[in-house]
């Protein structure tokens, strides 16, 4: 194994496996995928990537397989609950794979109450999680751990509940479960264990962090641009979201009226371009940014 280099593990199949390849090449890392790799390497940097079932994410990290991992949060809790004494550090939160890990039960389950839960059996893939949330409320239940598929598991009365990751809330639909408490909130995380890296790795390292964060800022923010009355140009400006110097130019032919460009490093909303037009801003554009350095 070339030393110089870093190992990057992201999941093989699942919710984040898309986002991160995505993030990855939105920071200029080029590589090449086939339906069945397990790893590829980049073509222009000295990274490799792994692909991996996420809950081995942290393990492999861990043991120093690979110096770095996106995996979700309840993964990553999931395993340090398990493995008290391994170091694993959060370096970024990614802002995608966002979901919550909740305790659904039956549509017909009559209480709302926690404690309806006592003495019950509880099916999850999240056993550490959810014994440490149901100590914290004085829940005692029966946890049944499985590795899949666990929101048809109160139909084949292998549980009466469930707690399992929930996204957009279909999968529970589609098995008549409703959310019954939130257990905890979750997003991708880009990790890393505490071993040292050498320079080398440290500074793909830090080309990685400062271009991730790059890709974030650019993603929140929007290139602004309207035409604006030249005597209600600090009242205009003053509605544009995070903006901090906007640039004013003139407008050829025209003495009452500027055009300004601005960063907004907020989202831009509906709301806000129908204050800018109140204001008297016309031929409002607003774009998206493809990258930002500072
Ligand atoms: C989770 C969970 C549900 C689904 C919920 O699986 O186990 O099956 O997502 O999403 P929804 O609310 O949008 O229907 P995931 O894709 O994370 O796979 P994994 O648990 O095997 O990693
Ligand atoms: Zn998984």
Redesign the pocket.
Known sequence: MNQDRIRIAI?KK???NNDSLTLLRCCGIKFRVQANDLYCFSENLPIDLLFV???DIPTLIADDICEFGIV?D??LQEFELNNPTAKLTRLKALDFGQ?RLSIAVPNNWSNNKLNSLNNKRIAT?YPALLQQFLNKNNIEANIIRLS????IAPQLDIADAIC???????????NNLRELVVVMQSQAQLIKNNKNLNQTQQDICDLLLRRINGVQKANESKYIMFHAPTNSLTEICNLLPGAETPTILPLEGYQDKMAVHAVASEGVFWVTLEKLKQAGASSILVMPIEKMLD
């Open positions: 999941q699942g919710r984040l079932r996420d809950d979700g309840n993964v979901c893939s899949g598929s666990v929101e399992d990751l929930v996204s957009t809330g279909k999968t529970l639909e589609e």
